[in-house]
T-cell receptor, first 111, second 115 residues
Framework: AQTVTQSQPEMSVQEAETVTLSCTYD???????LFWYKQPPSRQMILVIR??????QNATENRFSVNFQKAAKSFSLKISDSQLGDAAMYFC????????FGTGTSLTVIP | GAVVSQHPSWVICKSGTSVKIECRSL??????MFWYRQFPKQSLMLMAT?????????EQGVEKDKFLINHASLTLSTLTVTSAHPEDSSFYIC???????????FGQGTRLTVV
């Protein structure tokens, strides 16, 4: 079975501070990709960052970076210098043959 | 690039009728499309995966006769909710991929209300 777990239903961060969102996954596949998507109130899914499982180097995308621990099947997202526009639901996702999402973390950014 | 257009964005239908939702990849060929259902403040629940020219693979618990999926071309997949009932009211989202291991691109979603 392939599952994606986000243990933090809600998180909050002060503007300009750093926050880390957690994600663990389980898969029987050896080759897969991991993603973080953002869903603002408009409900349009927006890709934040992706990580190829075969790459040891953690992906970074401007203020967003991941901590990928393959052995632990952990894939956390760090948002630096948080901005008000970062407030949204964040979903961790795993893809091999299908595309599964975690339960989501609602991020609030406090001015 | 990589735009996925979903139509309609919202629809209201009477109980017992059928409604079709379209998902189009506008600037790429989508070898695989996914259909999700999302309840308020919840995650995306994968309903089915469809590959162009073949039958959709439904997730456990999803009624294939109720949620008909057609992926007739590399740019179009449709989800038809047949004999809709109020409990089918939800937000439906499609996504598309170009290859086996790439990210998925999402449509804007369709809010279905069955009255």
């Amino acid at each position: 079975a392939q599952t994606v777990t986000q243990s933090q239903p809600e998180m909050s961060v002060q503007e300009a501070e750093t926050v880390t969102l957690s994600c663990t996954y389980d898969t029987s596949e050896s080759d897969y990709y991991l993603f973080w998507y953002k869903q603002p109130p408009s409900r349009q899914m927006i890709l934040v960052i992706r990580q190829e499982a075969y790459k040891q180097q953690n992906a970074t995308e401007n203020r967003f970076s991941v901590n990928f621990q393959k052995a632990a099947k952990s894939f956390s997202l760090k948002i630096s210098d948080s901005q008000l526009g970062d407030a949204a639901m964040y979903f961790c996702a795993h893809t091999g043959n299908q595309f599964y999402f975690g339960t989501g973390t609602s991020l609030t950014v406090i001015p | 690039g990589a735009v996925v257009s979903q139509h309609p964005s919202w629809v209201i239908c009477k109980s017992g009728t059928s409604v079709k939702i379209e998902c189009r990849s506008l600037d790429f060929q989508a070898t695989t499309m996914f259909w999700y259902r999302q309840f308020p403040k919840q995650s995306l629940m994968l309903m089915a995966t469809s590959n162009e020219g073949s039958k959709a693979t439904y997730e456990q618990g999803v009624e294939k006769d109720k949620f008909l999926i057609n992926h007739a071309s590399l740019t179009l997949s449709t989800l038809t909710v047949t004999s809709a009932h109020p409990e089918d009211s939800s937000f439906y989202i499609c996504s598309a991929k170009t290859g086996k291991r790439t990210e998925a691109f999402f449509g804007q979603g369709t809010r279905l209300t069955v009255v």
